[in-house]
């Protein structure tokens, strides 16, 4: 199963922030947060990750807890092509291990 | 941009026949996996490949379930002999060593009738 908790559905006006919450309370010390999207039916996206700092790319920004129970992936201007499912997942990096989906949160950004 | 490229997008196929899935991962990637989706559920994975055998599979992934690495650009998923349940959105994957994530193809859709 999923070692993260995710809100199943969010709404956000288009141009405004998009929020999106993650708890991960029995993350260990060498886990990462790893944030990906599917777009519709398409292949997942990656989009973040990070371990304890805050982290900010091209796409989007990642705070992660000082406790790192908890983060928050940061969609600063959210258009209609950020309609998606955000998935949040926790990983050990180097490892072989697969990636767990749970069931994500829908995204939905409206005019 | 490099990208994994899955052929072909979709097949239709009759129950109880064979299947080949082709994916060609990121040219200097040495993980790759296969995951697969029913319509409006989860992304559920099947398995891992490195170091050219399987590292890690899920229950999903019996016997029916074969994958290959012919040719060290191509990875492919067998599935032998087709279910109406075989049915799914199939994602390959692939991963450079030292690096954490993983990206995907865009998928094959398989329908078996």
């Known amino acids: 199963d999923a070692k993260t908790t995710q809100p199943p559905s969010m709404d956000c006006a288009e141009g405004r922030a998009a929020n999106l919450p993650c708890n991960h309370s029995?993350?260990?010390?060498?886990?990462?947060v790893y944030w990906y999207r599917q777009i519709h039916s398409q292949g997942p996206q990656y989009i973040i990750h990070g371990l304890k700092n805050n982290e900010t790319n091209e796409m989007a920004s990642l705070i992660i807890t000082e406790d790192r129970k908890s983060s928050t992936l940061i969609l600063p201007h959210a258009t209609l092509r950020d309609t998606a499912v955000y998935y949040c997942i926790v990983r050990a990096p180097g490892s072989q291990g697969n990636l767990i989906f749970g069931k994500g949160t829908k995204l939905s950004v409206k005019p | 941009e490099p990208e994994v490229t899955q052929t072909p997008s979709h097949q239709v196929t009759q129950m109880g026949q064979e299947v080949i899935l082709r994916c060609v991962p990121i040219?200097?990637?040495?993980?790759f996996y296969w995951y697969r989706q029913i319509l409006g559920q989860k992304v559920e994975f099947l398995v891992s490949?490195?170091?050219?055998?399987?590292?890690?599979k899920s229950e999903i992934f019996d016997d029916q379930f074969s994958v290959e690495r012919p040719d060290g650009s191509n990875f492919t998923l067998k599935i032998r002999s087709t279910k109406l349940e075989d049915s799914a959105m199939y994602f390959c994957?692939?991963?450079?060593?030292?690096?954490?994530?993983?990206?995907f193809g865009q998928g094959t859709r398989l329908t078996v009738v």
């Open positions: 490949f490195y170091n050219n055998e399987i590292s890690e």
């Open positions: 994957a692939s991963r450079m060593t030292g690096t954490s994530e993983a990206f």
């Open positions: 029995t993350i260990s010390g060498n886990e990462y």
């Open positions: 040219s200097n990637h040495l993980y």
